[in-house]
């Protein structure tokens, strides 16, 4: 059974920074590729960012490319969101999601793991 743990979440001003990470258990990590994806209040969710199993492919919504950037450390087991440029657009739920194969993915039935979230609120 896979866990996904998100960290880093919380309250930044507009144009700051924030990083967030997402801890997996499990010995499946280093062969799926994972995704972040997040839900604002109101919304649906959304695909933000995904990651091959090797790092070697990343894919990124249109809202936060040249803004956000995915990458991960299989000895670690963790996945990551470097979030720049924040805005209050960017206010959300984060969710972290693994999916069983190695190739990414934006479609959210494509994943089989998810995290429980975690909050990021951007103030103006």
């Known amino acids: 059974q896979v866990q996904l743990v998100e960290s880093g979440g919380g309250l930044v001003q507009a144009g700051g920074s924030l990083r967030l990470s997402c801890a997996a258990s499990?010995?499946?990590?280093?062969?799926?590729?994972m995704g972040w994806f997040r839900q604002a209040s109101g919304k649906e969710r959304e695909f933000v960012a995904t990651?091959?199993?090797?790092?070697?492919?990343?894919y990124y919504a249109d809202s936060v490319k040249g803004r956000f950037t995915i990458s991960r450390d299989n000895a670690k087991n963790t996945v990551y969101l470097q979030m720049g440029s924040l805005s209050p657009e960017d206010t959300a739920v984060y969710y972290c999601?693994?999916?069983?194969?190695?190739?990414?993915?934006?479609?959210?039935?494509?994943?089989?793991?998810w995290g429980q979230g975690i909050q990021v609120t951007v103030s103006s």
């Open positions: 999601a693994q999916r069983p194969v190695a190739w990414t993915s934006v479609r959210e039935n494509e994943y089989n793991y």
């Open positions: 499990g010995r499946t990590f280093s062969s799926s590729a």
């Open positions: 990651i091959s199993r090797t790092g070697s492919n990343t």
